[in-house]
């Protein structure tokens, strides 16, 4: 079986991708994630998927399974990225207050120098921030690496009163349609998972 590669730093896609049982290691990625000139945010999203995952793969030299991806937040088209500091991650949580905005992550695989990708795209609504709250929420340091400023599977979850699409997409790591394109390229998760139980009589 292929060797598996996260091209990425990000702890919550480590930990996505040992949910669904996947052995990997993780080699992370270095890319310019600036925005081209008239680059939508969905081609920028899948653009720096694809980019990770292939810079990566061209630092290994062999049959490797490279997985990279990218999460941003669009709000009324705009892509909020990570916050630069407290006051923008304070300005950031003001504007998603008691408005609905997507989350756009992106994923690919690269495997023998052929690259597939996939987009995913989320609504995500949150109900309306009191200012107190998003200071203390800014001063607990959760929102400083993360798109939007927000972590769904953290303290941030008591933000969002709906979502509507891959839970997984939005913490960093579409779970189905990663899973899919691992198996496209040759590796159905599913043979690495444990076997626990007895045959069936
Ligand atoms: C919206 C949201 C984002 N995030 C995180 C996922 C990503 O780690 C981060 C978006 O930044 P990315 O630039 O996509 O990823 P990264 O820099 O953390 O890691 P790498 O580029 O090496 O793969 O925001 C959450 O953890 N929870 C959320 O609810």
Same mark, same amino acid.
């Given at each position: 079986m292929a060797d598996i590669v996260l091209a990425s730093a990000s702890p919550r896609r480590a930990e996505l991708l040992r949910q669904i049982g996947v052995d990997f290691t993780v080699h992370p990625a270095d890319v310019d994630e600036s925005v081209e000139e008239g680059e939508s945010p969905q081609c920028y999203v899948e653009r720096l998927a694809r980019e990770k995952a292939m810079v990566v793969a061209g630092r290994l030299s062999g049959d490797e399974l490279v997985i990279g991806s990218d999460t941003s937040v669009v709000l009324l088209g705009e892509i909020l990225g990570k916050p630069d500091n407290h006051d923008d991650a304070v300005a950031m949580l003001g504007r998603l207050s008691g408005a609905s905005h997507q989350v756009m992550t992106g994923v690919a695989v690269v495997r023998n120098g052929l690259c597939k990708s996939t987009l995913v795209v989320t609504d995500v609504r949150f109900r309306e921030l009191s200012e107190p709250e998003v200071e203390a929420y800014v001063f607990s340091g959760e929102?400083?690496?993360?798109a939007g400023s927000y972590?769904?599977?953290?303290? +941030? +979850?008591?933000?969002?009163r709906e979502i509507r699409g891959s839970y997984s997409a939005v913490v960093g790591l579409p779970l189905q349609e990663t899973a899919a394109l691992i198996a496209e390229a +040759?590796?159905?998760?599913?043979?690495?998972?444990?076997?626990?139980l007895e045959n069936r009589t």
């Open positions: 929102p400083m690496d993360k972590g769904i599977q953290g303290l +941030g +979850g008591i933000f969002v +040759g590796v159905p998760v599913w043979e690495n998972w444990p076997r626990r």
